[in-house]
């Protein structure tokens, strides 16, 4: 059975928009204005039990917009959403509630600790919300203390915790009902490179040791490479990527950079290759590897001169990602510049 | 554990959550203290001042030679204050914290809880409430002992009443102030509703006993839940009978009851208007 099913997905925002000026704003109790804003546009995804999938996309595309509609937080305006066979849309209280029992969510810039409270406080009342059994709950808890390191923490105000402490305990007290599917919405936003890797490998951990099914938002690249198998990408409410990481890592053999430093200055003018950056002993090359091929152009620059350091790199999958939302902006503005003007429909902008 | 048992402790540790939130700062009890006692304090004064000038012949509305208006004399209109400032004080003041939960979007992520979510604010707001209430009644014993003489507790029943309709009366002001601030799904604005509210149940039966009102504003009142805000648990305080008690306490666990299913209906016809944009 698939964890999450989207089949047409979408939610329009209907927001009201204010004019400048005194008569504006009293025309706007009169006749008050409306922009729709359409956050997600009719997006269709599977991810099945156990699968850890990464939902990129730049600011206002719709991933959080989505998690929400997910998790039952908003309804959608149109399609269909299943998490664990339940449409989180449901209002049927029996629906609700096995969704809510079976899913954990982080919202990276929402705390689900009581800030003046130690994170036992919270973690004992999150325990009784999800009407988990004294016994167990004292087991879980344990477990969960020991695996995410937050023993010495347990009894500190949430205040006084730093941030990378708290996301600890937040995802902890999270996976305290032993969810089976968690979504986690920009987890790591705001913290240090060091913090970030050990979070990484607690989701890691979390998605092997548990098979919990994570769906997880960033704009951190390393999250996405580090933890995830597979990647969604939404672009103005629309998917345009769904592949695994590995496919979307292979675009990165399509291009290498060859940076190449040599004893004494040389001639590096090189027919075919253009250089990113260039000085009298060293230089930085993009290589097409659809038009050149490799050993050929490290041959020509053996040939050059005695090499003193040499490297070859893939691309970044940060350039990646970069390059397809550049590429998907492109083809809009030019469908854009001959389709009808804006205002006539639906807008899709905005922070979401 | 068995079902209902785990279902009551959510709500149960819900209110002792808050409770301890509460007492992180002491100080935050501080503020609401200082003002009772001295509203208490002038207040007392002014029955004072009213009652001498009763008895120097200018107030004509005083029952000759007994020294009452519409049967209170100076030490009940004192005590009737303070006992009716208590729900005002110690459960007047969740719309605020909710509306804010509200209008900023908090309330979204609270929703995909496996409770009731009017169950469970109730429960997370009376728990501080009534550890306030308890400190501004014990504050209002030793203000009222000086100032107006003797504690007016005849009976045990009488004090269980008071305690009683002062539970419901908090119960009330929490279903009604969540009530109001569920307007926030229809209305960007809503703290004129709250505001209309509070001047109202302060001038019936807050400030002043609610036989002190023109008769027409008395029949009007009862048709309303405002007299079992406050002055419900301050007539069983001042005038109680067994039969007044129990009237007054059924009126209120009536009108608890009604609130709380309004609640439920607006909050479940809100639910589909939340809009939560932004990351």
């Given amino acids: ?352 | 554990m068995n079902r209902h048992l785990l279902i009551a402790r959510k709500y149960r540790v819900a209110a002792s959550v808050s409770l301890r939130n509460r007492l992180a700062y002491l100080g935050n009890f501080a503020s609401s203290l200082a003002t009772y006692a001295l509203f208490i304090f002038v207040f007392s004064r002014i029955w004072t001042a009213v009652f001498s000038g009763a008895a120097a012949g200018s107030a004509p509305a005083l029952a000759s030679g007994h020294r009452t208006i519409a049967g209170y004399d100076r030490a009940m209109c004192i005590w009737y204050f303070i006992v009716a400032e208590v729900p005002m004080f110690g459960f007047g003041h969740f719309f605020y914290t909710l509306a804010q939960d509200m209008k900023s979007g908090q309330v979204a992520y609270l929703l995909g809880r496996p409770y009731s979510f009017v169950g469970y604010h109730y429960a997370g707001s009376m728990g501080s409430a009534i550890l306030e209430s308890a400190l501004l009644l014990v504050v209002g014993l030793i203000l009222g002992s000086v100032f107006a003489g003797p504690v007016p507790l005849g009976s045990l029943p009488q004090a269980g009443a008071i305690l009683l309709s002062l539970l419901l009366a908090g119960s009330l002001q929490f279903l009604l102030q969540f009530a109001i601030a569920m307007t926030a799904f229809w209305f960007e604005e809503n703290t004129a509703f709250f505001w209309i509210f509070q001047k109202i149940a302060l001038v019936v039966g807050t400030l002043l006993p609610l036989e002190f009102l023109p008769d027409a504003a008395q029949r009007v009142a009862w048709w309303t839940p405002f007299p079992l805000l406050a002055y419900a648990p301050a007539r069983i305080a001042v005038a109680f009978t067994p039969a007044t008690a129990l009237r007054l306490l059924l009126l209120q666990a009536v009108w608890v009851s009604i609130a709380a299913v309004t609640c439920r209906l607006v909050f479940s016809v809100g639910r589909a208007k939340i809009t939560s944009q932004g990351g």
């Fill in chain 1, 1 to 352: 059975m698939a964890a999450i099913r989207v089949e047409g997905l979408s939610k329009t925002f209907r927001t009201r928009t204010k004019a400048e000026g005194f008569g504006a704003s009293l025309r706007g109790l009169v006749r008050p204005a409306w922009r729709l804003i359409e956050a997600v546009r009719g997006i269709d995804f599977e991810v099945g039990e156990g699968e850890v999938v990464a939902f990129l996309g730049p600011n206002g595309a719709g991933k959080s917009t989505t998690i929400k509609m997910l998790t039952g937080i908003l309804a959608p305006t149109a399609g269909r959403a299943e998490v664990l066979g339940i449409d989180p849309a449901s209002r049927r209280e029996r629906d609700r509630r096995l969704l809510a029992t079976s899913i954990g969510a982080v919202f990276g810039q929402k705390s689900q600790l009581w800030f003046h409270l130690p994170p036992s406080d919270s973690f004992r009342l999150l325990g009784a919300v999800y009407e988990i059994e004294p016994a167990l709950l004292a087991r879980r808890r344990a477990e969960l203390v020991e695996r995410f390191g937050i023993a010495e923490y347990m009894d500190v105000p949430v205040r006084k915790l730093s941030l990378g402490e708290r996301v600890r305990c937040e995802i902890a007290a999270s996976l305290l009902h032993a969810p089976r599917v968690l979504f986690l919405d920009e987890p790591t936003i705001g913290l240090d490179v060091v913090v970030k890797r050990e979070i990484r490998g607690l989701l890691e951990e979390v998605a092997r040791c548990d098979h919990v099914t994570i769906f997880l938002t960033s704009h951190d690249i390393g999250d996405i490479e580090k933890v995830c198998k597979r990647a969604i990408i939404i672009h103005h409410g629309t998917v345009i990527v769904d592949e695994s990481m590995k496919e979307l890592k292979h675009r990165a053999l399509a291009k290498k950079f060859i940076g190449v430093k040599y004893t004494e200055p040389v001639n590096l003018d090189i027919s075919g290759l253009v250089p990113l950056k260039r000085t009298r002993d060293a230089a930085r090359f993009e290589i097409d590897t659809r038009a050149h091929r490799i050993e050929d152009v490290l041959r020509l620059l053996v040939e050059r001169g005695e090499i003193l350091d040499l490297t070859v790199e893939d691309e970044s999958l940060e350039n990646i990602i970069a390059g397809i939302f550049s590429g998907r902006s492109e083809e809009e503005a030019r469908a854009a510049a001959t389709a009808r003007p804006a205002s006539e429909g639906p807008t899709a902008g905005g922070e979401r």
